[in-house]
């Protein structure tokens, strides 16, 4: 979805009575406002898995930026001068290839900004083109501890990253749940495998034994030989850290194998309602998931008031907390162009670095660090009910 940029043409008054069409509109092409014009509607990405197996989570990007956007605009704009925030979708399917093409697209567009990608492979194949073009990222969702690792001026996230999830999911294993052999699943992704790896080092500093550490495969159906290893280990519990389709699979298929005493954990990317439908309420039944706060679980008044209006616009409360965090994404770039009287991306990045104690819906946002990252660390577990709904865990 884009729109042109608005151009303002006066009348062309002919002065001889023979001049071409094509020097017409010559003129008017020099006289039409170009991405840079003080006149130009302002251009904000919104890239994410619009399709595909992780639709729910771009698809509540999208829901979440254009609610704000009409609000903004309904205001007269950010900066109150009528120019509007015109959103430019790009669905990248969750894959590095197509999200680099979804990057050149939404660069070649003209986009001073972009909220996204889901996934830290799609975002790791973004960023350096948005960073050469000088444009601000700011990815909701993508953990991976490497993204800022590069040097990027311009890349912020607005989720915690993978190796504080690893140390809190370490801390519980030791603390909470008195595990001395463990193991630890991952699908090889940038994000599952560096969780998987953080989680590792942490365990062993707690004085945990790894006794397994394996992949799967993305969209592998049967587990049989990860769960033969997982029950020759001796592990008493297992951390699953890639996405919530292979991980409802894994649980099941250990729990028919004869699992049960094995505790099945898994990270943010399980924390979703898909998860226990595809496990089945009987085998989802007491794991343990790390991951952000959910929707209904967040009561400030920039939550409450968000959730209400997603409701009012969609008929449904947003189901990820990763829809909220898109959310405060949009609403840093906003308060940004708001605060700097500025589109210019360089004035955007230099607000957002400086900011402090900005009242997101996610939770307050302490600020950000010179790599991006947001600095705090905001992790809970949950536990699957017996009924498949997620309740916070209370040892």
Same mark, same amino acid.
Do not use: Y
């Given at each position: 979805m884009s729109k042109v940029w608005k151009r303002t043409r006066g009348w062309v008054r002919r002065t001889r009575p023979l001049v071409s069409l094509a020097l017409v509109l010559a003129v008017l092409a020099a006289c039409a406002p170009g991405p840079g014009s003080e006149r130009a509607d302002i251009k904000i990405g919104v890239q994410g898995p619009i399709t595909g197996q992780w639709a729910l989570e771009g698809l509540?990007?999208?829901?979440?930026?254009?609610?704000? *956007? /009409? +609000?903004?605009?309904?205001?007269?704009?950010? !900066?109150?001068?009528?120019?509007? @925030?015109?959103?430019?979708?790009?669905?990248?399917?969750?894959? *590095? /290839? +197509?999200?680099?093409?979804?990057?050149?697209? !939404?660069?070649?567009?003209?986009? @001073?900004?972009v909220v996204g990608a889901y996934n830290s492979d799609a975002t790791a194949a973004s960023a350096p083109l948005y960073d050469e073009a000088g444009i601000v990222q700011i990815t909701p969702s993508s953990t991976a501890t490497d993204l800022t690792q590069h040097g990027y001026s311009r890349f912020f996230r607005v989720c915690y990253l993978d190796d504080r999830q690893g140390l809190f999911v370490a801390s519980l294993m030791a603390t909470e749940l008195h595990v001395k052999r463990a193991a630890l699943v991952h699908d090889g992704s940038l994000y599952a495998r560096g969780l998987a790896e953080w989680t590792q080092r942490y365990l062993q500093e707690e004085g945990i034994e790894v006794v397994y550490f394996g992949a799967v495969t993305p969209g592998q159906r049967d587990f049989t030989p990860v769960i033969q290893a997982l029950d020759e280990s001796g592990a008493e519990a297992v951390y699953f850290t890639a996405y919530w389709r292979e991980a409802g699979l894994l649980v099941r298929q250990m729990r028919e194998m004869g699992l049960d005493d094995v505790r099945f954990l898994a990270g943010d990317a399980v924390n979703n309602p898909e998860?226990?439908?595809?496990?089945?309420?009987?085998?989802?039944?007491?794991?343990?998931?790390?991951?952000?706060?959910?929707?209904?679980?967040?009561?400030?008044?920039e939550a409450v008031a968000f959730g209400s209006a997603y409701e009012a616009r969609y008929g449904e409360a947003p189901q990820s907390i990763y829809t909220l965090m898109a959310a405060d994404g949009f609403r840093l770039l906003v308060d940004a162009m708001k605060e700097t009287g500025s589109v210019d991306p360089a004035d955007l990045a230099a607000h957002l670095h400086a900011i402090q104690d900005y009242p997101g819906i996610s939770g307050p946002i302490e600020g950000y660090d010179e790599k991006g990252d947001r600095m705090g660390a905001g992790h809970v577990v949950y536990v699957v009910t017996e009924e498949g709904d997620f309740e916070l865990f209370k040892p």
């Open positions: 509540g990007f999208r829901n979440a930026v254009a609610l704000l *956007a /009409d +609000e903004i605009n309904a205001q007269g704009g950010p !900066l109150g001068d009528g120019r509007s @925030i015109v959103l430019v979708e790009g669905d990248d399917r969750g894959d *590095a /290839d +197509e999200a680099r093409r979804v990057a050149e697209r !939404l660069i070649a567009e003209g986009v @001073i900004a998860f226990a439908q595809i496990a089945g309420a009987e085998a989802a039944a007491g794991s343990l998931i790390s991951t952000f706060p959910l929707p209904r679980d967040l009561q400030s008044p």
